[in-house]
């Protein structure tokens, strides 16, 4: 460490602004191109530091020598030893770390130089290496002034020939050719100092001096981050790669290897997405990350992930807690596994997370045994789309922990699958969140009424828009007619989402209470003729809906939970779509601000309203009014987030744009917005900070897939 590091803290401070302004003067007189008086002043400005500094001989050989002998070294170390000791000469070089100091004498290197006196600018610059070899400043003035030599000798300049030839012999080069590897030379001998004695932090110089190091192509310039950087932070940058770099880190070097390899916590999720990678070495791939937590594998076609590869992560990761498979195309050959995946309680005993994402119908063994071997651990079950046969892996292998299951059916509704939900019910007893997507369900027809609870602990339920095709009906058994959708809800509901818009449907799931369900009768609901219990719902957070209700009968539905503050969530439809098979609960909103007003909440965020236009009593589509869903927002002060669902109605975008507009407003979900009304409220939102949309048929609901 230098002396004079602490002396520069008692500076006086006038005597650093005389300084300051006498380097500003020569800096000035330079510009004006007045050298003599500039170089006066420069000289001046150096030598008033603090440090005293004295001034070496007019004689520059001795520094010269030196200082390129101790560069040419072995011993990297060997110009920092010589900045540190006296010239070769005796003199005693002055050493300094005070920034105004080292400008001065940098100045004067440069003013030197464009005075056309290179000696004595390349010596004064050396010069600057032995005030501080830690500081970069020196080496890029030395590099600098070597680089201007050699581009502008043999252009018949005597100056710079006469100079060239002086450093030449002093440097003990054979020609002006070897000048470039002197360069080299400094510019490795300054990255190495300046690493290795550094005292302060790194300054502009330093990104110049490795940028010269790249330029030139030398190794030096290639920084490892791995080598400067403490574990704890490796850790958390190397936290930010997938497992695919990771494993690309690894091949970098043995160093790279260790770090990477050594940090557990970056193996604790893996996430695999690379075709066949980590390809045949996956089991001992797998051997050496035995604590890895989740294993996610986006598509596992093109991970070729093999009957044996899925024994292997069931025998190989025994911490294993979430598993995800996914896959785009249909394609494993694993149609059948021909022995088991793992023996249960002893294979994949801690997985909690089963996600089997487009996996081919005709693997439904994979999943079949995929749940055998989990099942009694299993809290959250993702199936999309359903296998074959789901409800016989429910029945045999019951699931007692199960707390989210989601069934994600066929998207097309021809071949939309029936699932028989007294199987799923008897297998998760406590479940708590229902997602059910692209399904027909029913319950078998000979079903026990009399247990109702079937699911006491359900907290959530989300119905998706494809809960079935065209029928309200489905014929089983010999064509009687069934209910189609009675889910069991009970008073400790949270979140009720039915995004299936259908009249019967929603009258089954909320209004027909369960003693009454066993009989395929028609039911009267309605104020005059209730039925014979109702549910309420006080715990509601979340409520949305899609068909109609008729405003009194909704006031049951979410009445209490408004009232209490608990509703944070609510999306209903103004008018029926339709189809009014059993109108009972159906039923229009005509004027929301009057009929809702029992809704009324400032702890609802996110209102929404489907199918509305109060511009005619016939909902014409071809003149639209939705003002009285913008005086709605009267009623939820609070409600910043908006979807806005009116239908197809001609003329909806000033609607929009007013709901864009509103002071209340952060974010809004629409599908009404085409062409250039879309670039336009894309404008007006941005100006009002608001989130724009474009969300067709409904606002997204559930829980994701995999994140
Ligand atoms: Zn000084
Ligand atoms: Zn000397």
């Given amino acids: 460490m230098n002396m004079t590091d602490s002396a520069g803290m008692g500076d006086d401070a006038a005597m650093q602004a005389k300084i300051k302004s006498k380097l500003d003067d020569g800096r000035t007189c330079m510009k004006e191109r007045v050298y003599t008086t500039a170089l006066t002043l420069l000289m001046k400005a150096a030598s008033m530091c603090p440090c005293?500094?004295?001034?070496h001989g007019k004689d520059k050989s001795c520094n010269i020598l030196q200082c390129a002998a101790a560069v040419k070294d072995a011993d990297p170390d060997a110009l920092y030893h010589v900045a540190r000791g006296p010239c070769s000469c005796g003199f005693q070089w002055p050493s300094c770390t005070r920034p105004l100091h080292i400008q001065a004498v940098d100045t004067l290197a440069e003013c030197l130089e464009r005075a056309r006196h290179y000696l004595a600018a390349f010596s004064t610059a050396l010069g600057l290496v032995r005030l501080d070899p830690a500081s970069a400043v020196g080496y890029c003035r030395v590099a600098k002034i070597l680089r201007y030599l050699l581009r502008c000798h043999q252009n018949q300049d005597l100056t710079v020939d006469r100079s060239l030839a002086v450093i030449i012999r002093d440097a003990g080069l054979a020609s002006a050719n070897e000048l470039r590897g002197l360069i080299t030379l400094f510019i490795k001998s300054g990255l190495h100092n300046t690493q290795k004695y550094r005292h302060s932090p790194d300054d502009k110089y330093h990104i110049i001096l490795r940028k010269m190091a790249h330029?030139?192509?030398m190794a030096e310039s290639l920084r490892d981050p791995i080598q400067k950087l403490p574990a704890e932070l490796l850790g958390i940058?190397?936290?930010?790669l997938d497992t695919a770099d990771l494993c690309r880190c690894t091949r970098v070097?043995?160093?790279?290897?260790?770090?990477v390899l050594s940090d557990k916590m970056l193996w604790r999720h893996i996430r695999m997405r690379r075709p066949k990678n980590p390809g045949r070495y996956f089991a001992n791939f797998l051997k050496s990350h035995t604590e890895a937590r989740s294993l996610v594998i986006d598509d596992m076609c093109d991970f070729s992930l093999t009957e044996t590869k899925l024994r292997s992560i069931a025998l190989f990761l025994p911490r294993l807690e979430r598993l995800c498979l996914s896959s785009s195309k249909s394609f494993l050959d694993m149609r059948f596994p021909t022995k088991p995946l793992g023996t249960p309680g002893i294979n994949l005993k801690m997985l909690t997370q089963l996600s089997l994402i487009s996996i081919p119908e005709h693997n439904f063994q994979t999943v079949r045994q995929l749940i055998h071997l989990t099942h009694a651990s299993l809290e959250v079950l993702d199936i999309k789309p359903i296998t074959h046969d789901i409800e016989?892996?429910?029945?045999?292998?019951?699931?007692?922990?199960?707390?989210?299951?989601?069934?994600i059916g066929n998207s097309t509704n021809s071949n939309t699958r029936i699932i028989?939900?007294?199987?799923?019910?008897?297998?998760?007893?406590?479940l708590e969140h229902l997602h059910l997507d692209?399904?027909?369900?029913v319950w078998s027809p000979h079903l026990d009424w009399n247990q109702r609870k079937r699911w006491p602990a359900l907290r959530s339920l989300y119905l998706g828009e494809r809960m079935d095709g065209q029928s309200t009906w489905v014929h089983i058994d010999g064509g009687t007619g069934q209910r189609v959708g009675p889910i069991p809800l009970n008073s400790s509901m949270q979140s009720i989402e039915i995004l299936y818009a259908n009249d019967r449907f929603i009258e089954d799931i909320l209004f027909v209470p369960q003693a009454e369900r066993s009989s395929p009768q028609v039911f009267i609901i309605n104020e005059m003729?209730?039925?014979?219990?109702?549910?309420?719902?006080?715990?509601?957070?979340?409520?949305?809906?899609?068909?109609?209700i008729r405003p009194s009968l909704l006031q049951r539905v979410i009445g209490s939970a408004a009232k209490n503050g608990t509703l944070r969530v609510l999306e209903v439809t103004a008018t029926s779509n339709g189809v009014l098979a059993f109108p009972h609960c159906v039923g229009d909103i005509r004027d929301p601000a009057d009929e809702l007003a029992f809704a009324a909440s400032e702890h609802v965020h996110t209102l929404g309203m489907y199918q509305f236009n109060w511009a005619a009593a016939d909902n014409h589509y071809s003149v639209f009014n939705g003002q009285p869903f913008l005086d709605l927002l009267n009623l939820f002060p609070n409600a910043e987030t908006i979807a806005a669902y009116p239908g197809k109605h001609a003329n909806t975008a000033p609607f929009l744009m007013k709901l864009i507009a509103h002071p209340q407003t952060k974010a809004v979900y629409q599908e009404n917005l085409e062409g250039v009304e879309w670039d336009e409220a894309c404008k007006l939102a941005k100006k009002n900070g608001v989130q724009l949309y474009h969300q067709p048929k409904f606002r997204p609901g559930g829980w994701p897939l995999v994140e």
Wanted: charged share 20%; aromatic share 12%.
């Fill in 52 to 55: 005293s500094p004295a001034s």
């Fill in 215 to 217: 330029n030139l192509n």
């Fill in 237 to 240: 940058i190397f936290s930010y």
């Fill in 253 to 259: 070097n043995k160093l790279w290897k260790q770090v």
């Fill in 392 to 407: 016989e892996a429910f029945m045999l292998d019951p699931m007692p922990k199960l707390k989210r299951l989601r069934i």
């Fill in 420 to 430: 028989e939900m007294q199987a799923i019910a008897n297998g998760s007893p406590n």
């Fill in 438 to 441: 692209g399904l027909y369900i």
């Fill in 529 to 548: 003729s209730p039925p014979s219990e109702w549910i309420d719902y006080p715990n509601l957070e979340v409520f949305r809906c899609r068909t109609s």
